[in-house]
């Protein structure tokens, strides 16, 4: 979208990078009122709903060409294509148990990882031979997602698995659980700092120790790999061990060591790899717990506005990422982000490692009956 901002429309870096930020705000809104929707229509309705609007928005989208429509575009498409993943999280933990939910998340990020390494190499193929094909393959594999939702899982056949909402029951409000408030305030901290290195890493490796796009290409591709191959397998071995917050401690950790790694280590194609697989062991340690961690704090009747919560996080720390990371590079070049970011990650591991430590005591604290 950056790219085709700058050079098919002509508009200035500034612009575009307006337009980017506009779809991490319209991404907040939909989060948020997706989680409502899914809580009082399901999330069933919600994701068929969502994709085919967000389908036809797309396609919509690729006849705007001035920065306002763009701009507008962009918070409207960005709000009805984004509130799918409150309904797709709660389908995930409907269709899931305790045993096997971490797995369960963790199966959807295979998916999340394969259609982007798959996304993006397309990506890459269409705008080489026209830039509009993207939106037209963008709506088209929505509305034909929504279609396969339709004819491989009929409403019919699993609207008996829906539960009735027990109406005695008083609706617990993600937004008063102080616990999952810290939570999500520790969760946005790690999710600002891999942002950061997802979005600033392609330009570091150019700007500062001067690889070839092709070798950029590479280090990008290989986390996704690493994720594909391994993290089922890491997941698998690891789950019911120990609490979930144990294993996101750790992965925020290994995070901080790759940003301490990048100022530290000999600038070389050897030294990236290592710092590529560093942070995705952090990311395949963290993500799938803090994303089971949610859903065991939820009911039936409430699950969307927490899994809309989580949501909201990611997008926040989509639209502050790059601007947080564009000051300080202003102020003290890459090597001051980079310890930047490795302080922010121990700050969020010290708060769930308290976080841990509160609900460990809190659960010794209830009386066991005889």
Not at 342 to 362: E, P, Q, T
Request: charged share 10%.
């Amino acid at each position: 979208m950056s790219v085709y901002c700058v050079h098919q429309l002509h508009f200035s870096i500034v612009q575009a990078g307006v337009i980017m930020m506009l779809f991490g705000v319209g991404a907040i809104f939909g989060g948020f009122f997706g989680g409502k929707l899914t809580d009082k229509i399901g999330f069933y309705d919600l994701q068929v709903g969502s994709l085919i609007s967000g389908g036809l928005l797309f396609i919509i989208f690729g006849f705007q060409h001035t920065f306002l429509s763009l701009s507008i575009g962009a918070i409207i498409l960005s709000f009805f294509n984004e509130s799918v993943r409150p309904a797709n999280s709660t389908a995930i933990a409907h269709y899931s148990n305790e045993e096997n939910r971490t797995r369960s998340f963790s199966l959807n990020r295979l998916a999340v990882n394969i259609g982007w390494a798959v996304g993006g190499g397309l990506g890459g193929l269409l705008a080489s031979i026209n830039y509009h094909l993207l939106f037209w393959v963008d709506g088209g594999t929505n509305i034909v997602a929504a279609i396969l939702l339709l004819i491989l899982m009929p409403k019919s056949k699993i609207i008996k698995t829906f539960k009735k909402h027990d109406k005695t029951l008083v609706r617990k409000s993600a937004y008063r659980d102080k616990t999952y408030l810290a939570f999500i305030f520790l969760g946005t901290l790690y999710f600002i700092c891999f942002y950061e290195f997802m979005i600033m890493e392609p330009a570091f490796y150019k700007i500062d120790w001067h690889f070839n796009e092709r070798f950029i290409g590479f280090l990008l591709a290989l986390n996704g790999i690493i994720i594909a191959v391994v993290e089922m397998v890491l997941i698998h071995n690891l789950e019911g061990k120990k609490n979930g917050l144990i294993y996101i401690v750790i992965g925020i950790l290994i995070g901080a060591l790759s940003f301490v790694l990048i100022n530290i280590v000999p600038i070389s194609a050897f030294a990236a790899i290592v710092v590529v697989v560093f942070i995705t062991f952090s990311e395949m340690m963290t993500m799938p717990f803090t994303s089971s961690f949610w859903i065991v704090r939820t009911s039936d009747n409430n699950r969307g506005e927490y899994a809309a919560l989580y949501s909201m996080a990611w997008s926040f720390a989509q639209v502050v990422a790059p601007l947080i990371g564009g000051l300080v590079i202003a102020r003290g070049g890459f090597t001051l982000l980079w310890w930047a970011l490795s302080g922010l990650c121990v700050v969020s591991a010290i708060g769930f490692l308290f976080l841990y430590r509160y609900k460990h005591m809190a659960n010794r604290a209830v009386p066991v009956l005889p």
